[in-house]
């Protein structure tokens, strides 16, 4: 018996063995400060032509090829919108997947009633998009470089602001951070002990992403049972992706914790069992993300 993959299959395991390929290095492809030198960064979600910017896992999958290629610009488009502002793709360059989702409806008749009834169908598709740094004569300022940085050891009025309007309990002390669920609070190191800001922020973006699976919230389990489990693998997959979107969009690096290079092996046996759990992963995390930004009263739509 033959079998013949679909289109969305193989995007499913084109970019899922983008994910795996990188984790089976050591490396994460969301906490690589891949821009530093643009002037969108020094860290960003990847962007549009138009500077609107990605969700979900082509994030994921944008942030992994800039990583693999060392690409310093942040902002990626297709073959036709950069022939129509001008630029072109230098030959011999190799595009990035991403991928569209939506649904359409089908009317189809019932066969008991004989009724008209609407069926929504999700579909999937991808395409191709080429970052600016493979592309010449585009206009001068998609390749802006950076000019001076942030002190990384002052707080961040933006970050304090973005955390504080969520509304966690956030307890502050001790020497090690999580979120409890049966109490529902985050506990954080004091700000004075992490090794700079940066670890700061990304640690209590990890946490309150953690926050956000209580069942007053997004009601998020993954059926886990037991710690170090499948469905406490997802969970921390999904921490640190979320994570990785929230210091993209507050401008600031996602810097590694200790602990989460034990993660690695559980996250590459989840992905290689399930070619749609990265993808998973990335909805769920794109879905915390904008259960937070909502909280400080902004309204995200998917991009």
């Known amino acids: 018996m033959t079998t013949t993959k679909t289109p969305r299959q193989d995007i499913y395991s084109r970019i899922s063995d983008q994910i795996i390929g990188a984790l089976e290095t050591g490396v994460k492809p969301w906490t690589q400060p891949w821009n530093a030198a643009h002037a969108a960064g020094p860290v960003s979600r990847p962007l549009r032509f138009n500077g609107k910017g990605y969700s979900g896992i082509n994030v994921l999958t944008l942030w992994a090829s800039a990583m693999e290629r060392s690409f310093a610009a942040p902002i990626w488009m297709t073959f036709k919108q950069a022939r129509e502002l001008g630029g072109h793709v230098r030959k011999g360059e ?22 008209d009834v609407d069926r929504t169908i999700p579909f999937m598709k991808g395409y191709t998009v080429f970052n600016a740094d493979q592309i010449e004569g585009l206009p001068a300022h ?21 955390f504080s309007a969520t509304g966690a309990k956030i307890e502050i002390g001790g020497n090690s951070a999580f979120y409890r669920i049966d109490t529902d609070y985050i506990q954080m190191p004091a700000f004075e002990s992490f090794v700079d800001a940066q670890h700061y922020y990304a640690t209590l973006a990890h946490e309150s992403v953690h926050w956000t699976r209580h069942e007053d919230r997004l009601d998020r389990s993954f059926g886990r049972k037991t710690f170090g489990d499948e469905g ?6 999904v921490a640190e992706l979320g994570a990785a979107f929230l210091c993209a969009d507050l401008g600031l690096a996602l810097e590694d914790r200790d602990d989460h290079a034990a993660y690695i ?39």
Not at 100 to 115: L, M, P, R, W
Not at 276 to 285: D, E, L
């Open 94 to 115: 190799k595009g990035s997947p991403v991928v569209y989702a939506n649904t359409i409806v089908k009317t189809e008749t019932n066969e008991v009633s004989g009724d």
């Open 142 to 162: 998609y390749y802006a470089i950076a000019s001076g940085t942030e002190n990384p050891d002052e707080r961040d009025e933006r970050a304090e602001a973005f």
């Open 232 to 237: 406490y693998a997802r969970e921390e997959l």
């Open 265 to 303: 092996g559980s996250w590459l046996k989840v992905l290689k069992g399930d070619k749609r759990a990265i993808f998973k992963a990335a909805a769920h995390a794109q879905r915390a993300a904008d259960y937070l930004h909502r909280l400080q009263g902004e309204d995200r739509a998917a991009a």
